[in-house]
């Protein structure tokens, strides 16, 4: 058990809002990043879906859909030290070297974005 998170790409007209998807209402994703226990990013990413307005009790399997301006912000607090310090349970611990692996999936996501598809973060512990 533990927090795993994911990146996830859909052609961008398929999904039409940010946050709050119900069962099946996504279609079908392909995944283009994988995290293991990195909370603070996971702490960002809750924090960008309280901001678009999510509504779940809980930030747990709940995908929220990033786009270039948020990946722009992402980037910015990656780079500048500033992602919250977050915990959880089952969360494990950010433990510095997480950079290089953030700003790959970034690249990823931008060229995604550039393709025509839409990014979504997801989570599950």
Same mark, same amino acid.
């Given at each position: 058990?533990?927090?795993?998170?994911?990146? *996830?790409? $859909? +052609?961008?007209?398929s999904?039409?809002?940010?946050?709050?998807f119900?069962?099946?209402?996504? +279609?079908?994703?392909?995944?283009?990043? *994988?995290? !293991?226990?990195? +909370?603070?990013?996971?702490?960002?990413?809750?924090?960008? *879906?309280?901001?678009?307005?999510? %509504? $779940?009790?809980? #930030?747990?399997?709940? +995908?929220? !859909?990033?786009?270039?301006?948020?990946?722009?912000?992402?980037?910015?607090?990656?780079?500048?030290?500033?992602?919250?310090? %977050?915990?959880? #349970?089952f969360?494990?611990?950010?433990?510095?070297?997480?950079?290089?692996?953030?700003?790959?999936?970034?690249?990823? $996501? !931008?060229?995604?974005?550039? $393709?025509?598809?839409?990014?979504?973060?997801?989570?599950?512990?």
């Open positions: 058990m533990g927090l795993d998170m994911y990146a *996830y790409t $859909a +052609p961008a007209n999904i039409d809002k940010d946050v709050d119900e069962k099946g209402e996504l +279609p079908e994703l392909s995944e283009i990043h *994988y995290w !293991r226990k990195h +909370p603070n990013l996971h702490g960002w990413m809750a924090e960008l *879906y309280v901001k678009k307005g999510g %509504t $779940a009790e809980t #930030f747990n399997c709940t +995908p929220v !859909r990033l786009t270039a301006s948020d990946l722009d912000e992402l980037e910015n607090a990656i780079k500048g030290g500033e992602l919250p310090p %977050t915990s959880g #349970f969360f494990g611990e950010s433990i510095g070297d997480e950079t290089e692996d953030d700003l790959d999936f970034i690249a990823k $996501a !931008r060229v995604a974005i550039e $393709a025509g598809d839409a990014v979504l973060y997801d989570s599950w512990w």
